[in-house]
């Protein structure tokens, strides 16, 4: 390093010590960024860009304009609140669609679309997409409804009206049990299909009892490991540990094996004379099933946060309050639970968030009582094939985290959670 007249700095090759530096925190930055370029692609592919694919999914509508193109054009010139059907052209361009989505066996895409939001246009689609074929001239409008009656009910015109812009918000209205007619006005649907509402409500109150569960059971078990002496904590903290090494499904399995009508429980207490072979309690399949599963199943994830924070709580603290004259349980109380809240916050806010999404437990042990949300969002995936509306039930459910992290955050505060 040298120093030149106008009392710069320089290195031993020229260059100003400021520009050697700046350059030397700009190399770091760079090698920092590369390292953590693969996590940050691993997060991107696996967490961003599916939240991002659900946002569009949620809200996405082009089904029943990319099938019917000519139709969802033709219509906008339609006054849906006519209560009349619409003019000759629109069924000409229905007609025209529909013999060219049947030809590419695209229509029922269309129609399953249609028929989320009014049951029976499936059949409606198929049907017309058969017989079409032979209109060749006009009239369009009186052979369209030769094939089928619906076409001359305003309310199938008012639906392709309705669904015809490339954006809805039919999903998330649906999943809040709600829905919208051609005139744009919000209604409750028939109370016979309010179902998403309460399946919210069961999912968070069974979530949050099954949380208090794991508090309970956890923190004596907790407090445990942290004051017994090594070599005691260390196979019971192996036993803690020892789910981890087991498939989920087998130990889900194993409630099932446990609780059944016919299990293990029940044959104990028919044996003990607790209760009588023909008083065989139902102890799965319904809500209790999946609040002994689910329980069972996160209660590592409330024992981990909570040993990990009491490990750092020095005995010379209880000692101190004895010292004082309080009483063991006024030293505890006053004393050692106050510095577990961190631990207590981080494993409730853990394992509430894990239940709340939790999906094969509650399908396996859970019956009609006791599924969650996530397990109606698997029903839209994989067999309703209604991907919009699952999409949507998703959202609210990610929305819904998000408000309950900030909430605490608020309350508790997310500096003070530790995980050690």
Not at 166 to 189: C, M, N, P, Q
Not at 206 to 217: E, H, K
Not at 296 to 307: A, E, K, Q, V
Not at 321 to 336: E, Q
Request: aromatic share 10%.
């Amino acid at each position: 390093m040298s120093t030149v007249a106008d009392g710069t700095l320089r290195t031993a090759d020229g260059v100003p010590l400021k520009t050697s530096l700046r350059r030397a925190t700009a190399r770091r930055r760079v090698r920092t960024f590369l390292l953590v370029v693969p996590i940050l692609a691993f997060l991107m592919v696996t967490f961003v860009f599916p939240v991002i694919d659900m946002l569009f999914r949620s809200v996405d509508n082009q089904i029943v304009s990319s099938v019917l193109p000519r139709t969802t054009l033709a219509i906008q010139s339609w006054d849906p609140a006519s209560e009349e059907l619409p003019p000759e052209f629109v069924f000409e361009a229905l007609v025209l669609d529909v013999q060219e989505s049947f030809k590419d066996k695209t229509l029922g895409r269309a129609g399953r679309r249609l028929n989320y939001e009014k049951s029976g246009v499936m059949s409606l689609f198929r049907k017309s997409g058969r017989r079409a074929k032979r209109i060749t001239e006009a009239p369009f409008r009186d052979q369209v409804i030769a094939i089928d009656q619906r076409w001359a009910d305003v309310a199938t015109w008012q639906l392709i009206h309705q669904e015809s812009s490339k954006v809805t918000e039919s999903y998330f209205l649906s999943a809040l049990d709600l829905r919208v007619d051609y005139k744009g006005e919000v209604s409750w649907k028939a109370e016979e299909r309010r179902i998403y509402l309460f399946l919210f409500y069961r999912t968070l109150w069974m979530s949050a009892l099954i949380t208090i569960f794991c508090l309970l059971l956890g923190y004596p078990i907790a407090f445990l490991l942290a004051t017994l002496p090594p070599r005691h904590s260390n196979l019971l903290l192996i036993l803690v540990l020892l789910p981890f090494w087991t498939s989920l499904l087998v130990r889900t399995t194993a409630w099932i094996a446990l609780l059944q009508s016919e299990g293990v429980l029940n044959d104990l207490m028919v044996f003990l004379g607790i209760i009588s072979e023909d008083g065989r309690l139902q102890m799965i399949h319904n809500k209790i099933g999946t609040f002994v599963a689910m329980t069972h199943i996160l209660l590592p994830f409330m024992i981990l946060p909570l040993y990990s924070v009491m490990k750092t709580i020095s005995p010379s603290y209880m000692r101190a309050a004895r010292s004082l004259g309080a009483s063991p349980f006024t030293s505890f109380m006053r004393v050692y639970m106050p510095n577990t809240v961190p631990g207590i916050g981080a494993g409730c806010i853990l394992v509430f968030i894990l239940s709340i999404g939790y999906y094969i437990t509650p399908a396996l042990v859970g019956g009609r009582t006791g599924t969650f949300i996530s397990n109606i969002i698997a029903l839209h995936i994989s067999e309703t094939l209604n991907w919009g509306l699952a999409a949507a039930l998703g959202v609210i459910l990610l929305f819904l985290v998000l408000l309950l992290y900030f909430l605490y955050d608020r309350i508790v505060g997310v500096a003070n959670m530790k995980l050690g």
